[in-house]
Nanobody, 127 residues
């Protein structure tokens, strides 16, 4: 069965860094695009970053471009989100997700483009 498990969240001061990991199992990891979303208290879940199955194409939300980097290690069935220059407004629960369509060359940026989700990991940035 498809499983996604996030880790690496925590409390960090503004300007600091964190690296999130998403460990995948239960399917051929190398054949699906992956994405990161986040949900802050009282707000809707929003797209953060996505990466194609081969890692050649990435997309970012404007709010994180230049500060966050998405990557994947297909040999380890793991995706990462390196977050630098963190701001208090980055505080949220971060989720990883799997594309609902196999091997497409477009990274979806909406929730409807993904069909499996992890349980989330909390990131808190203090000012």
């Amino acid at each position: 069965q498809v499983q996604l498990v996030e880790s690496g969240g925590g409390l960090v001061q503004a300007g600091g860094s964190l690296r999130l990991s998403c460990a995948a199992s239960g399917w051929a990891f190398t054949t699906y695009n992956m994405g990161w979303f986040r949900q802050a208290p009282g707000k809707e879940r929003e797209f953060v970053a996505g990466i194609t199955w081969g890692g050649g194409i990435t997309r970012y939300a404007d709010s994180v471009a230049g500060r966050f980097t998405i990557s994947r290690n297909n040999g380890k069935n793991t995706m990462y989100l390196q977050m630098n220059s963190l701001k208090p407004e980055d505080t949220a629960v971060y989720y990883c997700a799997r594309d609902r369509i196999v091997s497409r060359m477009v990274v979806p940026t909406t929730e409807s483009g993904y069909d499996h989700w992890g349980q989330g990991t909390q990131v808190t940035v203090s000012s």
